[in-house]
């Protein structure tokens, strides 16, 4: 499984982005979850997003719900992450990441791992 995140960027707060990760393989990637992490500059990497790829059920982090939205285009093997309302605190390498499809959701581990695309988020 390989995945390719890109759509970051330099925006100012109150911004938009949208992010993009492409998944290829000799897989069915419908059958899997895929979701969205970030990590800010000194810290750790955490979760932001998830969606199965089946269902198109979705799942976000506190801290984003109302300002980001996750997505899927199973025809594409992309799932996309809009960004509203972009504050600094948002400022990270973001790395999309694919896990189990089925099971708990969000998936409790995720086993495939992009680069990051860096946002950076100007006050």
């Known amino acids: 499984v390989q995945l390719q995140a890109s759509g970051g960027g330099l925006v100012q707060a109150g911004g938009a982005l949208r992010l993009s990760c492409a998944a290829s393989?000799?897989?069915?990637?419908?059958?899997?979850?895929m979701g969205w992490f970030r990590q800010a500059p000194g810290n750790e990497r955490t979760f932001v997003a998830a969606?199965?790829?089946?269902?198109?059920?979705?799942y976000h982090a506190d801290s984003v719900k109302g300002r980001f939205t996750i997505s899927r285009d199973n025809a594409k093997n992309t799932v996309y992450l809009q960004m509203n309302s972009l504050k600094p605190e948002d400022t990270g390498v973001y790395y999309c990441?694919?896990?189990?499809?089925?099971?708990?959701?969000?998936?409790?581990?995720?086993?495939?791992w992009g680069k990051g695309t860096l946002v950076t988020v100007s006050s």
């Open positions: 969606t199965r790829m089946s269902s198109g059920i979705t």
């Open positions: 990441a694919v896990g189990p499809g089925s099971g708990d959701f969000p998936p409790p581990r995720f086993d495939y």
């Open positions: 393989g000799r897989t069915t990637f419908s059958t899997y979850a």
